[in-house]
């Protein structure tokens, strides 16, 4: 047994790495990178050498290049101060200076592209731009650009899958009150696990808001979103109604002699450490505290949650019916009941997936008034309805198609003629060796059905508007979000090798014959 899982779950890791691979080398590699900057307000609104630096920036930032300007390169590097004069002048070489030169001639930009010539880097000076009137309409830039391989962006996403807060997170040297403690929470009435120096103030804490229990402690770094502008973990775990309201003493207050309640909606459990601080943030937050930046308080399920609602309902609703109905098209073997069951299984895999969703949707709507889409639901349970129901049917005939068959093989098997020439009755041989024996071709299947909860369905969400996992993908292909692109495949992938693993321990724990060890099997 142990030797199995330790092989499998290192088939696991390679296979996982492997597909992550692929895709990165797709979307990163094999793709136009430009892409990504078609729905780019800022890199539209620039042009000339401020348009290409700033695709460069956008480049770095969603893992395409490793980055280097003159600018930081001076001050990180060679210990300039910005304010020296020394420092502006080289950087007023490269903005401003009109040359025929390769690079600006200056010792600190000669050394700059000599370092990042020998180290791989792609050199180049980005000239301003000198209009007809000699009007300097574009900065000059000089950078270093240099490729990240597949291998290189691989090992880097790995690298930091995980990571856990500590007290030294932040990289602030005005900092100097670093601890983890617990603390009586104001908000909860109970205690939390608070920080300081980490990013979030709120590590471990309470609320009333399933599963009750929450943390910012450990993380899972999927990357980050270029449509939502934050890590694709918190896409994933946000939450998708609409804000709301609630009455709440501000962080500014919590100390003061009388504190007062105000109308907020903000989650202040959420707030992250800033070096900076504004009037706003000083009079909301308090003067001097820097954890500031509370999300909006929603409402609702979050994006995995409503996945996993609809899929869970839709999966024990087709065990619910797809089984005892397979089960009776075997015993009604060539009647009615069975003609009519295989006539839904053959429309439901003849008919193209959208057609079918369609076409229920439209009766759910015309006959029971339901909403079409998600976000017209007036009270929101309804909007699960629809694509409850799409995504059930599908899946009830499958299982009673593959019911109906091992059944049947399991009543022609010659263990079922010998019982019956040992006087069984038909109801002792069903239910002592058909039945137990057709249900083992589906047991493997049962742990895939409902971790697949968890992944969605990328066509029925779609279809309903359903802001969930499935959809997410879809949203992310369009949008060229690689990020969510690379983070839905580490899921899913995941999700799915986890289900075969389970499903092979649980048919090991309910077929006889199948033994992890020598003992049996």
């Known amino acids: 047994m142990k030797k199995y899982l330790f ?36 890199y539209k609104k620039r042009n000339g050498s401020d348009k290409i630096a700033y695709s460069y920036q ?38 401003n200076i009109d040359s025929e030169r390769d690079i600006p001639d200056n010792p600190y930009c000669q050394e700059f592209a000599v370092t990042f010539n020998k180290a791989g880097y792609k050199v180049e000076w980005l000239q301003p731009f000198i209009n007809s009137k000699g009007v300097r309409t574009t900065s000059g830039y000089l950078v270093a650009t240099k490729d ?38 104001p908000y909860s009435n109970m205690p939390a696990l608070v920080g300081s120096g980490s990013t979030h103030r709120y590590l471990i804490y309470f609320d009333d808001k399933f599963p009750f229990v929450h943390q910012n402690l450990f993380h899972i770094n999927l990357g980050r979103s270029k449509r939502y502008h934050i890590d694709t973990t918190e896409v994933l775990l946000s939450r998708t109604g609409d804000a709301y309201d609630t009455e709440k003493i501000l962080p500014a207050d919590i100390y003061s002699e009388n504190p007062q ?15 900076t601080i504004s009037d706003w943030d000083a009079e909301t937050y308090g003067e001097g505290n820097h954890y500031i930046n509370a999300q909006q308080q929603k409402d ?46 053959v429309f439901i895999i003849a008919v193209p997936s959208l057609a079918y969703i369609y076409m229920f949707a439209a009766i759910g709507m015309n006959l ?32 009673m198609r593959w019911t109906r068959r091992f059944m049947i093989d399991q009543e022609n098997a010659d263990y079922v003629k010998f019982a019956r020439s040992q006087g069984l009755t038909e109801k002792e041989i069903f239910r002592k060796h058909i039945f137990r024996n057709a249900m083992i071709f589906l047991v493997h299947g049962i742990p895939g059905a409902i971790l697949g909860n968890l992944v969605g369905a990328i066509v029925t969400e779609r279809v309903y508007n359903v802001p969930g996992i499935g959809g997410l993908l879809t949203e992310a292909i369009n949008h060229y979000d690689n990020g969510v692109i690379v983070a839905a495949t580490v899921f899913y992938t995941a999700i799915s090798i986890l289900a075969l693993l389970l499903g092979d321990l649980l048919l090991a724990k309910y077929d006889p014959r199948v033994s992890f060890t020598n003992e049996r099997g």
């Open 7 to 42: 092989k499998r779950i290192l088939f696991s890791i390679f296979s996982l790495i492997v597909v992550t691979g692929t895709v990165m080398l797709l979307v990163y590699s094999l793709m136009d990178r430009s892409l990504i900057l078609i729905d780019d307000e800022g």
């Open 58 to 95: 956008r480049y770095e930032e969603f893992g395409y290049i490793y980055l280097e300007q003159f600018p930081s390169w001076l001050t990180t590097q060679k210990n300039l101060d910005p304010s020296s004069q020394e420092y502006k002048d080289a950087v007023a070489v490269v903005q």
């Open 148 to 185: 990240k391989n597949v291998f290189t962006r691989l090992g880097e996403y790995f690298g930091r899958f995980f990571s856990i807060e500590t007290p030294w997170t932040v990289d602030d040297p005005n900092l100097t009150d670093r601890y983890f403690r617990w603390e009586w929470d």
């Open 300 to 345: 609702g399920f979050t994006r995995i949650g409503n996945s996993f609602i609809i899929g869970m309902i839709a999966t024990i609703g087709a065990y619910l019916l797809g089984l005892p109905i397979g089960i009776w098209m075997a015993r009604k073997k060539d009647k009615l009941p069975d003609k009519i069951g295989n006539l839904y299984i």
């Open 261 to 275: 309640k105000e109308l907020s909606d903000l989650d202040f459990h959420t707030v992250t450490y800033s070096k």
């Open 368 to 399: 029971f008034n339901l909403p079409f889409k998600w976000q017209y639901a007036a009270v929101p349970i309804l909007g699960f309805i629809l694509p409850t129901i799409s995504l059930m049917l599908p899946s009830v005939g499958g299982l």
